[in-house]
């Protein structure tokens, strides 16, 4: 069983290096959900001889894990941009595809074209594939609507699976993912804050949606500084937590803006100063690294030592999108420890606990301690860092999943 030191509420510098393995150990999940006993094999087995289980898992000579956590996703969408990669692999750039029409703006309109029920099919599949990659708590933002119609369509379906499927869900409104055509930054900001925002509180307080975070593109050509700041203060000032995209393409003192905002993450920051770098480890403001974004757009990686030894806590998603079509957080955790340098235990840590933080749950969500959400992984290997070793090997090792003491997915 792999444990996180108790109570902490995320990991950063040293911290990262102290996983705590327990050998030969039980877990149990009460009928409630949430976790009864993690100890030793014989103890537990002393402490529960009188109870009855609705199931018993052998583990022998394998290893069970907290559920991993996926801190970045864009997984509502009609419009699958295949073509595309073709035009990136030939050097096309993200901009120079966005500007063509295409990027953002193609998803869009095939989005806004899609109904409800379309969009709830494709989606429930793409968290199934999560799901069995080991995925049990996911972050999904609308954005491919751009208008209040479809933005609500996209929040709506994604409320429908957060009551319906057993994956826990952390929603995020994204209305400004995009310029939508014919406005201006700041035009578009306006609409957001005198009617998106409003018409979202109407819809949360009668109980027909639930939004946890709010999310802006911060980038050159897409929001700047100062809309962006608006827009996240709007969204605060209504209860919403910041978690938002800065400083992947350009350097646009993102960084600086969420540690001043008081924001519970910030996405991308392949391009954060060292300035903006020190004041996301002073707000205790997360950094959600991308691994497949950097790798899909050949960006330069995010300075992720740089982000560990600062004391920043370093999270990681797998940015599930049309131009980064990736579900598995396994492969995640691979490319952030090769192409991001991050140690194993540091990758486990950003993919599990951090991520969670990232969203805001880690006094429920990313370990296995008495009294948390009981979502693990349990995979048929002797050693935990299979997982990440293995590169795209997690469907033969992921044995079982588990959410909320309930076996979502088994081999």
């Known amino acids: ?77 009609a419009g699958e941009r295949v073509h595309e990669f073709a035009m990136k692999l030939a050097g096309a750039t993200y901009m120079d595809i966005h500007q063509a029409g295409g990027g953002i703006n193609f998803t869009v309109e095939r989005t806004r074209q899609a109904s409800e029920e379309e969009l709830f099919c494709s989606f429930q599949e793409r968290l199934q594939c999560m799901v069995r990659a080991g995925t049990t708590l996911v972050e999904c933002k609308s954005g491919y609507g751009l208008n209040l119609e479809t933005e609500l369509k996209m929040l709506r379906v994604i409320e429908r699976a957060r009551r319906q499927l057993p994956i826990g869900i952390s929603a995020t409104y994204c209305g400004a993912h995009s ?75 993102a960084a600086e803006l969420g540690a001043e905002l008081g924001a519970q993450a910030i996405s991308h920051l392949e391009e954060a100063s060292d300035e903006g770098i020190t004041a996301m480890a002073t707000a205790q403001c997360s950094a959600v690294l991308l691994p497949t974004t950097a790798y899909m757009l050949r960006l330069k990686q995010p300075r992720a030592r740089k982000m560990l030894e600062e004391g920043v806590i370093v999270a990681l998603g797998s940015d599930f999108n049309p131009n980064a079509y990736c579900f598995s957080m396994p492969v995640v955790m691979h490319l952030a420890c090769v192409n991001m340098r991050l140690s194993m235990p540091e990758a486990l840590a950003a993919a599990t606990i951090n991520a969670a933080y990232a969203l805001g ?44 003491g309930k076996v979502i997915y088994k081999k």
Request: hydrophobic share 40%; aromatic share 6%; net charge negative.
């Open 361 to 404: 749950r880690s006094h429920t969500h990313g370990s296995l301690e008495v009294g948390k959400q009981g979502d693990l992984i349990i995979i048929n290997a002797s050693r935990w860092e299979h997982l990440i070793y293995q590169f795209g090997g997690h469907h033969e090792l992921i044995e079982y999943v588990v959410a909320k």
């Open 1 to 77: 069983v792999m444990v996180c030191a108790r109570g902490e509420r995320f990991l950063a510098r040293d911290a990262l290096c102290r996983l705590a393995v327990l050998e030969g150990a039980s877990l149990v999940v009460g009928t409630d959900g949430f976790i009864k006993a993690i100890g030793p094999a014989d103890e537990i087995q002393k402490m529960f001889c009188e109870d009855s289980f609705d199931e018993r898992i052998d583990c022998s000579g394998k290893c069970i894990l907290p559920g991993l956590v996926d801190a970045h996703t864009h997984p509502v969408w």
């Open 179 to 253: 310029v939508p055509k014919g406005k201006t930054a700041s035009e578009a900001a306006d609409e957001i804050i005198s009617s998106h925002l409003p018409k979202l509180k109407e819809l949360a307080r009668s109980g027909e949606i639930h939004v946890d975070n709010i999310d802006v593109f911060c980038e050159k050509g897409v929001f700047d500084l100062d809309s962006t700041r608006r827009i996240l203060q709007s969204g605060k000032e209504m209860g919403l937590q910041i978690n938002f995209h800065g400083d992947e393409l350009h350097p646009m003192k």
